[in-house]
């Protein structure tokens, strides 16, 4: 008697616990269903007023109708982008955080032993990509680009960056490498790198075309430079040369990635995804990029993405290798 009525006991509690897991794996799964349910975050891993803060803005109102649920931009600087990405990688992979990675981040990944690895994250589209160059303030003793490198041949400039192992850092190696005083000073806030040269606190400031794009309208600041494979040609660029016409071949032009931690349902990548490829499409993205001097085909998916990566990665790379034994052709 006692062993019957103990056997059917354990028997409504077994059955009490499947009820309740299939309880909770039938929310779990109607929660699924109609992600996004809550806000997501967008973090942008470097102070406000940057490129990738407009980026977050720009396409993260454009989304929230899309997804039906409020994208508020949350910035997480330091370490050359490596503390924001740090906080969306140590938490949930469930969509509720998404990040606009840079090139300047993104570029040590390939360090000897880098912090993070590319396991960790999954790209949901390249959205923005754009030239660099080396800008000065409107006033500063270099007119053109042979007169700031003659100047370095015989003392030390500062050169304002995002951080070191960045693009910056690497371009500026390789002309060091090359008897070229180029000092690295970086700045974590984009704010305060722009107008480093014009306070006089570096001399030069290597940044995005489009970035400083009201500093160069203003007139407070000019470019010497770009590092790209050819001119430009557009707004105050016109006329510019780029270090493909003096058979540099250094460009490493910025891109900005949104991306989500690695282990995420591929149906919330899918639906991301597919979010920003509508943004991509729409006349006010397509004006974000033509206000920021960008390639106008700036927009790749997750699959190109992950190989224009790769090779932008193999790229940079290159160049470091390069500063070891080949001079400036001019």
Not at 29 to 50: E, H, L, N
Not at 64 to 93: D, F, H, R, W, Y
Not at 129 to 139: A, M, N, R, T
Not at 170 to 193: D, M, V
């Amino acid at each position: 008697m006692h062993a019957h009525r103990a056997r059917t006991l354990v028997s409504i509690f077994v059955s009490g616990v499947l009820l309740l897991l299939g309880s909770l794996l039938a929310t779990a799964a109607v929660a699924q269903d109609k992600y996004p349910s809550r806000p997501i975050d967008f973090t942008v891993p470097w102070g406000p007023g940057g490129g990738a803060d407009l980026l977050a803005r720009t396409a993260g109102k454009l989304m929230e109708p899309m997804l039906g649920v409020s994208l508020p931009v949350v910035n997480v600087p330091g370490a050359t982008g490596q503390v924001g990405l740090g906080k969306m990688i140590n938490g949930p992979a469930d969509g509720y955080t998404m990040e606009v990675m840079t090139g300047d981040t993104y570029s040590l990944f390939g360090a000897p032993n880098p912090r993070f690895k590319l396991s960790q994250i999954t790209p949901l589209a390249i959205m923005i990509q754009q030239p660099s160059g080396f800008f000065v303030k409107e006033d500063a003793p270099w007119k053109n680009w042979d007169e700031l490198l003659a100047a370095a041949k015989t003392k030390t400039l500062r050169v304002a960056t995002t951080g070191f192992g960045s693009p910056d850092d690497i371009t500026i190696n390789y002309f060091r490498s090359k008897g070229y005083h180029f000092e690295n000073i970086p700045y974590a806030k984009p704010g305060e790198r722009y107008t480093s040269i014009l306070g006089d606190h570096a001399d030069v400031l290597y940044e995005q075309t489009g970035d400083v794009r009201s500093y160069v309208d203003a007139k407070q600041m000019r470019p010497l430079i770009l590092f790209y494979p050819k001119p430009l040609n557009v707004g105050p660029f016109k006329g510019v040369p780029v270090t493909g016409q003096y058979g540099i071949h250094i460009s490493l032009p910025q891109l900005r990635v949104v991306i989500v931690k690695a282990g995420t349902s591929p149906a919330i990548v899918a639906k991301l995804s597919e979010a920003l490829r509508k943004v991509s499409k729409t006349p006010e993205f397509k004006k974000y990029l033509a206000d920021q001097y960008a390639d106008p085909n700036s927009y790749l998916p997750a699959k190109e993405a992950r190989e224009y990566m790769a090779n932008w990665l193999v790229k940079s790379h290159k160049i470091a290798a390069e500063s070891a034994h080949k001079g400036l052709n001019k």
